[in-house]
């Protein structure tokens, strides 16, 4: 399976004192910090908010957030269009059969790697054995692997599982074994040799990412600017103005504010991510295993949903830039059940349930929030506080979410982070999982979502995955209320200069974009 | 004065293998596992322990304590977990940034302040002195991550005069290295040059009172040199003091300057790593600030010998 | 405690006022003399007043604000200055000017507590150290040098890591961190005190070790600790101020001057105010207290007094 | 006439908080060439600033020279701005100064080569390279031994006595027309003090220099000044020609000075006449006579009429005085609170008494630390095999220069240090072996007056707590009552208002200050008290009201004392023994008569010579021997007998041994080959 995008919260407030600091932007000499580059050279420059530590050894790539640093070197075998169908990357085609469990991929002939090695099965074989070394769940379902020429690969699963396609063929990408095998993956983290469009050319730690132009590349005519420069700005009022004064030509808004005023000042275009592909939704998720906790009682679970505004909340704080949704996932999503009636707000029917559930006058208990979600958990203890419900409000950080939702939290509530992807036999199994790693500890298990789940995973087609995935819904939302609220799924939200064109941020995974079509109309 | 540096040296290095153990034992008393903080929320128990393993996080605490102490004695500071780098050259090379910003800015706030100081104590009681005591009071008064937003948006935001971010060596591009500058480093100069303005005036005000300033009068020398040849010499002896701690205070204080500024330096670094429970970067990056603290007390301490042969002969 | 504090206390509420140190008459001449010679500049006045209103707010915070600092009011979000909300309102619809007017709690609170926190336990040390001297002084002053040789703001944060956030733990990070400095100045004053001529005449007096330590010794090693508390407390309120804006705070949703910066940097642009006003509260309080500071320690300290 | 410089109406004053304290009031005086005038006068009396005024040397703000001329060969130098050019010139150029503390007054951080080159080069328009021939040279005449080599040391390595001569050698740099010697040789040893003083004379009466002695001490200008100029509260009460001022001096003032030192000269039983009373606060003149309060010849008209001017003394050429009474010595005074004469105790009887104290081969030293290290060296041996008994009732005197181990001895006899060897038997009980307990309540018996009235008094207790303290530690009183009675019985006996209990330290006077160290010191009925320098920070008047408060408490509670001092004509005023202690050993012990009649040892005889008497007549008639030399200090004391490197008699025989103290007449023994039995 996939990864969701890098931390969890980093994705709405400010990120002052989040997760990561970031870099500055420390340019190689005589490059000025507006626009254009040396001598007629076009150059992008993006300002991301994230901060890569691997580039050139993907198994060791561990969340989505710096794949936008890969995306100029190295490569897989399939991506996305901008309704989330695959699309062929390095691979020509592919095939799967349900029955037998297996896929088989057909490979792009000519591509060479950076080195100029030959992209070939081999290689693709060699590469998915790195991340089964790694343990990474992408891989975690193959059985075995079969070279059957040098563009043929079949690849035999443990189980048929309808998500495998996409964790292979999209979440592992391709590096060079020759060269690898050669220097060592500790030189292998900060030199990739892939296949894409450029070639790295400095990686200033924490500060900024440079490319250059990638002669060989396989697809004509690519890439078409000269020199790409990613640049680390974690400080999302910074890069703001980096975008204002013209020293970058596009940033990832990492604010709300901040992205609204961008666009409204109506110089700049923008682009926002909609189908919630690689995004990270936010709940309000209980407690519920834990003794003594009110939420065991599945009505207090819906209380607490019920008496929270979350259109008001997006709209505060969202600007418009937050879909609200009463399920997993984004309301474009195909797994998008209509017929589940959420949780709207309405405080005296949360009043009611919780009187029904012996709490008349309400109780105590705590609301853990990590740092970038500080407002809107505030404006959330308010509206607990309206329907009796006494939430002490605790900010930790990044490191404690973690740790908390690793295990229980304290019979409280905190924000449920949570890949919005469609596939709910992956994703959503992952926190209903009893030995799941996530929120696990902290929630019930019923047996007939587990059926559910596993029949999903199974599903040997499109109807029934869509079928179940709908009934799965309505049970974990409207019968159960196991994970509690959803609240909100930030679109990507993507500012850039007017003359930047085909860069393909934002417009179908999150983490994805076309660095090889990207062209600049100055 | 040789025994005295080693002597003094051994002391350090003492009081730095007990900042370690410091150091240590809080970054594992802290809530929050590196390993769940470095691969992100969907990570599998078995991907957990793998990368435990790996990074040796399964060893009891002592044993991971004396495994790093014992690198350290051959040099090797050991691998962070979030840059996924050797930690020695990413701290010099954090080091080096944080140095580029907090010499000149040293440097400037001694210059500065001293020169303030100076005058505040010629004009005693004079509206220069007062002007300069409410400056420095407020200099010092002023949190310095709030005043360096204020800039921003004044002088990059409203005036454009200078650049948002970011940060460049001089040696690569001089003139933007200086813009870029400016800011942090008139930051980060502003509490220390307070400071030393403050004690250079009470010092030189002390040092006016003595003996040997009148009698330096009454041998017909020209104020000039009574106060920049008699009386600064003598007033060196506190301020060196305070410039010691305030070297100090400038490793710290860079944390919220290169925060605002992203500046990638041992302050940006350090919060980092503290919040992604990087244990052996923080050590090592606090190993190094305390050696660099303990390092300006020493010179401090030399300093007071040149300064003043009374310490100088015995 | 000491003849210091009694008159701290006994004179400090009235003398505030100009003139009316005369009307309040302090018993003895010498605390007339300290209040007079206190308040002769302006600047001191000014500081003082500027405090007394501070600590009024502070108390009287219900009285005085006139909005519920805590309470979100998501329509009027962000909303600039005007008759209703004279600061405008923060992202979550709360009047600006109630929240500082609430802030000021935590930010006293968090300058005495620190200050006390540090005072206390670094004094102790500092007299064990001074007094006992030997092994026991070494080993006190090794200690002392380990939380020396971190700068307070990554001290701070560490132990606000390790003991999470929240106003008291916040209180004891920085009293914490503070404390080296109040045990090296107590041990270096209680070293020197201790063989002045005046505790020698009380030892050939009779007086017993513990006692001469105390009557003696400690009332007269106070001056510069209680200058460089009052210094501090405008150092705890900034490093408060520090910790919030790198996150490592107080909880929301109580309001801190620091975290209110903080919560405003987003909105520089459009609302300056939002971390203008709470900065200038700071800068105002702060600045009072290394006044007041300033004026004690020459009024305090015999070696000082003209000196500034 | 053109007098090398002439005051006129000179006026100063300070600032101090609102009101304008007057410190120099409308003086005048002139100075001529190669006159060595003194201005003496009790501490704070202006004498500093009066000198200082015309140089604009004082502090400004907050001082302001408010009126007045100060003519200069024939040019007033208060028309020039405080740092002017012209101001400068003659400052260090025509003009020198030697300040007083030898210890501060030298820039600590700068050779003494620099410094004096400094002014050369500045005044003289020498190079470098002559500058420095010309400091070595200056360093030579004034005594500095290898001053080629000793140029490029720093002031802290040399002795108290030889930074007084680098000075002075800095003030004559650049052949001054006046020098102005300011308390120069007050913090000096006696002998150094003689040794400087008849430098300063030499000096200037080779080069035609003027030289102004400042000082309180009325018993050394009598040798070398010309003319005196007495001081009083900002002004000159008195002035004339040395001889006048002694023999017939005419101001009360005057003539209270002369009767509150005791002098070598004097008669053992006469009593010192203090001047009571403290100095008026310069701040609130009432303008009338300022001495009017004090003054033992004051009628009713000295405090209604406006204050006197000063007036010629008929008869007598340049002697004047300020008062509106024609007194001299021998006119009555209008009050007379002492008697002349006090009882004198028989010295023999005294022996006869038990011994309360006995010192037997006393050895204290302390470690000596080396470097920064601080690491112990080795040990310094402050007080070497002393022994010596005190007698019930009597005052045994204890003298010696600076850091001869006079303190350590009396701290050790406290049982405050713990001796290295030997012992202390305090009525023939050995003080050290004692259990704590028990040495707790022998506190009792035994006390201590220290020097510093500052210092010895915690600045935050109430006087009567202070004075009060040893009661309620040795539970010497039953109630609260008896306890206010007792403190104030004592405020009594000391001569202080009881109702000033009250009060903090600081809001008393450095007399009033040493009585609450007394009160203190009796406040358990001791029976030994311990005077360590108890008077030698007091002003002179006030020495003699302390020096008197002491004699009768001896006699009215029956008190031995241990009276440490350095001032000799003190110490043969109050005594009864004398030890003489050189590096820490003594060298001579004698009652008092036979010391200063017929000293035996070449120390004790070279520091009798050294001490000034208040007489200009003896003075000249006085053969003076000085002896040369610096005091050595403990560790670099000379093997054998420790003054065999000063002493006029040395020979091999006591380079090498040591000599012990011997008996050599009744009741006086010495440590010195060279003395014969008789
Ligand atoms: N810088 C100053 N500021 C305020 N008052 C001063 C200053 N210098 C001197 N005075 C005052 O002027 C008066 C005369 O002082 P001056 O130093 O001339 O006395 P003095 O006779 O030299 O005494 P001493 O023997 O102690 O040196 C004193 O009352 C003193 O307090
Ligand atoms: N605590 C100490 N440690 C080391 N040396 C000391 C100490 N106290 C005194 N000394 C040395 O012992 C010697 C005798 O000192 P002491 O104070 O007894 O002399 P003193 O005769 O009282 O001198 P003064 O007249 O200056 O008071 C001096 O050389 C001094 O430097
Ligand atoms: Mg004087
Ligand atoms: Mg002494």
């Known amino acids: 399976g996939g990864k969701s995008s890098d931390s969890a919260s980093s994705s709405g407030g400010s990120s002052a004192g989040t997760s990561e600091t970031s870099g500055g932007n420390a340019q190689s000499g005589g490059d000025a910090q507006s626009g254009g580059g040396k001598s007629g050279e076009s150059v992008l420059r993006v300002a991301l908010p994230l901060n890569p530590r691997i580039i050139g050894y993907p198994a060791e790539v561990t969340n989505n957030g710096p794949l936008p640093f890969l995306d100029p070197v190295v490569q897989s075998l399939l991506h996305f269009d901008e309704k989330g169908n695959h699309v062929p990357w390095l691979a020509e085609s592919w095939e799967t059969d349900a029955e037998a469990a297996t896929i088989t991929f057909k490979l792009k002939q000519g591509v060479k790697f950076h080195d100029g090695t030959d992209f070939n099965a081999e290689a693709v074989k060699w590469n998915i054995e790195q991340y089964i070394e790694n343990k990474r769940t992408e891989t975690e379902n193959i059985a075995s692997m079969e070279v059957i020429d040098d563009h043929t690969l079949l690849i035999r699963l443990k189980d048929w599982n309808s998500s495998s396609l996409e964790a292979i063929g999209f979440f592992v990408r391709h590096v060079s074994p020759t060269a690898v095998q050669a220097n060592g993956k500790e030189w292998a983290y900060t030199n990739p040799v892939g296949t894409g469009p450029f070639l790295l050319d400095q990686w200033n730690m924490n500060v900024s990412v440079t490319y250059k132009k990638n002669p060989d590349y396989w697809e004509p005519g690519e890439p078409k600017v000269d020199r790409i420069e990613l640049l680390i700005i974690e400080d999302a009022n910074t890069a703001a103005s980096a975008l204002r004064v013209g020293e970058v030509d596009l940033i990832q808004a990492g604010n709300v504010d901040l992205a609204d005023e961008l666009i409204k000042s109506g110089e700049f275009d923008y682009v926002l991510q909609k189908n919630g592909i690689g995004a990270v939704g936010v709940g309000l998720i209980p407690d519920s295993v834990t003794e003594g906790s009110p939420f065991a009682d599945v009505r207090v679970r819906k209380a607490m949903a019920h008496a929270i505004d979350e259109v008001a909340l997006a709209e505060t704080f969202g600007k418009g830039y937050w879909e609200t949704t009463n399920q997993w996932g984004s309301r474009e999503a195909y797994t998008f059940n209509p017929e589940v009636e959420g949780f709207p707000y309405d405080p005296e029917k949360a009043k009611q349930l919780l009187a029904e559930a012996g709490y008349p006058n309400g109780f105590k208990t705590k609301l853990f929030s990590g740092l970038n979600t500080k407002d809107v958990f505030t404006a959330i203890q308010s509206y607990l506080a309206q329907v009796g419900i006494d939430a002490e409000l605790i900010v930790v950080d990044e490191a404690q979410v973690q740790s908390l939702y690793f295990s229980t939290w304290e019979g409280g509530l905190m924000g449920h982070f949570h890949s919005v992807q469609p596939d709910l036999g992956l994703y959503m199994f992952r926190h209903l999982d009893p030995n799941g790693a996530f929120y696990a500890k902290g929630i019930i298990h019923p047996e007939d979502v587990l059926e559910l789940l596993r029949e999903n995973q199974k599903a040997p087609n499109m109807q029934v995955k869509t079928e179940t995935s709908h009934k799965l819904q309505k049970l974990v939302y409207d019968e159960y209320a196991i994970v509690g609220k959803p609240l909100y799924i930030p679109m990507g939200i993507f500012i850039k200069q007017k003359y930047v064109k085909d860069d393909g941020f934002g417009v179908t995974h999150n983490a994805f974009w076309t660095p090889d079509n990207v062209w600049l109309d100055k | 004065m040789v025994t005295f540096i080693i002597r003094r040296v051994l002391q350090t290095i003492v009081v730095i293998l007990l900042v370690t153990v410091l150091v240590f034992s809080i970054m594992h008393l802290m809530p929050g596992d590196p390993v769940l903080m470095f691969l992100g929320p969907d990570a599998s128990v078995e991907q957990i322990d793998h990368y435990k393993k790996q990074f040796g996080l399964d060893l009891p605490l002592p044993v991971q304590y004396f495994k790093w102490a014992g690198n350290l004695f051959k040099g090797e500071f050991g691998d962070s977990l979030v840059y996924r780098q050797d930690i020695g050259p990413l701290i010099l090379a954090k080091l080096k940034v944080t140095l580029t910003i907090a010499i000149p800015a040293f440097v400037i706030a001694v210059t500065i302040g001293m020169f303030l100081g100076i005058m505040a104590a010629i004009y005693r009681g004079r509206w220069a002195d007062s002007f300069i005591t409410v400056l420095a009071n407020i200099g010092m008064a002023t949190p310095t991550f709030w005043l360096s937003i204020l800039c921003v948006y004044i002088f990059s935001l409203t005036l454009g005069w200078l650049p948002v971010q970011g940060f460049t060596f001089p040696s690569e591009d001089f003139a933007l290295a200086v813009r870029r500058m400016v800011l942090p480093v008139s930051m980060l100069a502003l509490g220390p040059m307070a400071v030393f303005a403050r004690q250079t005036r009470s010092a030189m005000l002390e040092i006016i009172r003595q003996d040997f300033i009148r009698t330096g009068r009454s041998k017909g020398l020209g104020e000039r040199r009574v106060i920049y040849v008699h009386a600064l010499r003598n007033a060196l002896i506190p301020v060196v003091t305070v410039m010691g701690m305030q070297l100090g205070y400038m490793l710290g204080g860079s944390v919220l300057i290169e925060q605002v500024f992203v500046i990638p330096g041992m302050g940006s670094m350090l919060i980092t790593a503290i919040l992604n429970k990087d244990y052996q970067l923080v050590q090592s990056a606090v190993l190094v600030i305390a050696g660099g603290i303990s390092l300006c007390n020493l010179l401090v301490d030399i300093a007071y010998g040149y300064i003043d042969p009374r310490i100088r002969i015995s | 405690m000491t003849t210091m504090m009694n008159e701290a206390e006994t004179g400090s509420p009235g003398a505030v006022m100009p003139g009316a140190s005369s009307v309040a008459a302090p018993k003895s001449s010498r605390a007339r003399q300290f209040w007079k010679t206190l308040l002769s500049r302006k600047t001191v006045m000014v500081s003082l007043a500027v405090l007394i209103i501070a600590m009024l707010t502070a108390l009287l915070a219900p009285l005085i604000a006139p909005y519920e600092p805590n309470a979100p009011d998501l329509r009027n979000a962000l909303k600039p200055p005007s008759s209703d909300h004279w600061l405008g309102t923060d992202a979550l619809g709360r009047d600006v000017l109630s929240r500082i007017i609430y802030g000021s709690r935590v930010s006293l609170a968090v300058g005495f507590v620190s200050v006390a926190i540090a005072g206390s336990i670094g004094m102790m040390l500092g007299l064990v150290a001074g007094y006992v001297g030997g092994k026991t002084e070494s080993v006190i002053m090794r200690c002392i040098d380990v939380m020396m040789s971190i700068p307070l703001i990554i001290l701070a944060l560490f132990i606000a890591a390790l003991i999470g956030k929240g106003l008291g733990n916040v209180m004891l990070a920085i009293g914490l961190g503070m404390m080296p400095s109040y045990a090296r100045l107590t041990r270096g004053q209680v070293k020197s005190v201790k063989q002045l001529d005046y505790v020698t005449a009380g030892v050939i007096s009779g007086t017993g070790r513990i006692r001469n330590m105390f009557k003696h010794i400690l009332p007269n090693c106070l001056s510069p600790i209680i200058v460089l508390m009052t210094m501090n407390l405008g150092m705890a309120i900034l490093t408060e101020a520090s910790l919030s804006f790198l996150g490592l705070g107080i909880n929301p949703p109580t309001a801190s001057w620091g975290a209110m910066i903080s919560d405003g940097y987003n909105h520089l642009r459009t609302l300056p105010l939002l971390s203008l006003a709470p900065g200038v509260a700071i800068i105002l309080v702060v600045l009072a207290f290394n006044v007041v500071g300033d004026a004690l320690r020459d009024t305090l300290d015999p070696r000082l007094r003209g000196a500034l | ?678």
């Open chain 4, 1 to 678: 006439m053109g007098h090398l410089l002439e005051v006129h109406e000179l006026e100063t004053e300070f600032r101090k908080d609102d009101s304008f304290l007057k410190a120099v009031n409308k003086v005048s005086y002139t100075l001529e060439e190669g006159e060595i005038v003194a201005f003496v006068g009790e501490s704070g009396s202006g004498k500093s600033v009066t000198q200082y005024s015309g140089l604009q040397l004082i502090e400004m703000p907050p001082g302001r020279i408010a009126g007045g001329q100060v003519l200069f060969e024939g040019e007033d130098l208060l028309k020039h701005k405080q740092n002017s050019k012209e101001i400068r010139s003659v400052r260090g150029g025509k003009i020198g100064v030697v300040f007083q503390e030898p210890m501060t007054s030298l820039n600590p951080v700068m050779t003494v080569g620099r410094q004096i080159e400094e002014s050369v080069m500045l005044h003289l328009n020498m190079n470098r390279k002559q500058a420095r021939q010309r400091a070595i040279e200056l360093l030579t005449q004034v005594g500095i031994p290898d001053a080629e080599s000793r140029v490029d040391d720093y002031p802290h390595q040399f002795s108290g006595g030889m930074r007084q001569r680098i000075m002075i050698a800095m003030a004559m740099s650049c052949n001054p027309k006046i020098l102005i010697a300011d308390e120069a040789t007050t913090a000096l040893d006696v002998t150094t003090q003689a040794q400087i003083l008849e430098l300063l004379r030499d000096m200037v009466k080779k080069t035609g220099t003027s030289l102004v002695l400042v000082t309180h001490n009325l018993g050394i200008v009598a040798r070398y000044a010309d003319r005196i100029y007495v001081m009083y509260a900002g002004e000159i009460v008195e002035s004339g020609t040395c001889r006048d001022i002694f023999n017939n001096p005419r101001h009360p003032y005057t003539i209270g000075l002369l009767r509150a030192v005791p002098s070598l000269s004097d008669p053992k039983e006469r009593r010192l006449v203090p001047i009571e009373g403290v100095t008026p606060d310069l701040r609130y003149r009432t303008g009338v006579c300022a001495f009017a309060p004090r003054c033992m010849y004051a009628t009713e008209a000295c405090f209604t009429e406006p204050s006197p001017k000063l007036r010629d003394v008929p008869g007598e050429d340049r002697h004047q005085t300020a008062c509106h009474r024609d007194v001299d010595k021998s006119t009555v005074p209008v009050k007379q609170t002492v008697e002349a004469v006090r009882k004198l105790k028989d010295p023999r009887e005294l022996v006869r008494q038990d011994v309360i104290l006995e010192i037997r081969d006393l050895k204290v030293s302390y470690p000596i630390l080396k470097g920064i290290l601080r690491r112990k060296a080795g040990e310094l041996a402050a007080v070497d095999g002393v022994s010596f008994k005190i007698h019930r009732g009597e005052t045994f005197g204890l003298v010696g220069e600076s850091g001869c181990g006079k303190s350590t001895l009396a701290r050790t006899v406290m049982g405050l240090i713990e001796p290295t060897a030997g012992s202390i038997l305090f009525r023939g009980n050995e003080w050290h072996q004692m259990p704590e307990k028990q040495k707790r309540s022998l506190r009792r018996d035994i006390t201590m007056i220290f020097q510093d009235p500052y210092g010895s008094l915690d600045p935050r207790q109430r006087a009567g707590d202070i004075v009060g303290e040893p009661l309620r530690n040795f539970k010497l009183v039953k109630s609260e009552k008896e306890y206010q009675e007792r403190v104030s019985e004592l405020f009594r006996l000391v001569g202080l208002d009881p109702s000033l209990q009250n009060r903090m330290p600081h809001e008393f006077s450095g007399g009033q200050r040493q009585r609450l160290g007394i009160a203190r010191a009796i406040a358990t009925n001791p029976a030994f008290i311990v005077c360590d320098e108890a008077i030698s920070a007091l002003d002179v008047s006030i020495q003699a009201q302390i020096i008197n408060l002491l004699e009768d408490l001896q006699e009215e509670l029956g008190l031995t004392y241990l009276f440490i001092a350095h001032d000799l004509t003190v110490v043969r005023h109050i005594s009864d023994r004398i030890a003489v202690m050189y590096l820490g050993q003594i060298v001579e012990i004698a009652d008092w008569k036979s010391l200063y009649d017929n000293p035996l040892h070449p120390y004790t005889q070279a520091l009798l010579e050294a001490v000034p008497i208040p007489d200009p007549e003896r003075e000249a008639k006085r053969e003076r021997k000085l002896i040369s030399g610096e005091v050595p200090s403990l560790i670099n004391r000379p093997v054998g007998c420790a003054f065999s490197n000063r002493c006029p008699l040395a020979t091999d025989e006591c380079r090498q041994g040591v000599p012990r103290l011997r008996p050599v007449r009744e009741s006086h023994s010495v440590a010195c080959f060279k003395v014969d039995a008789p």
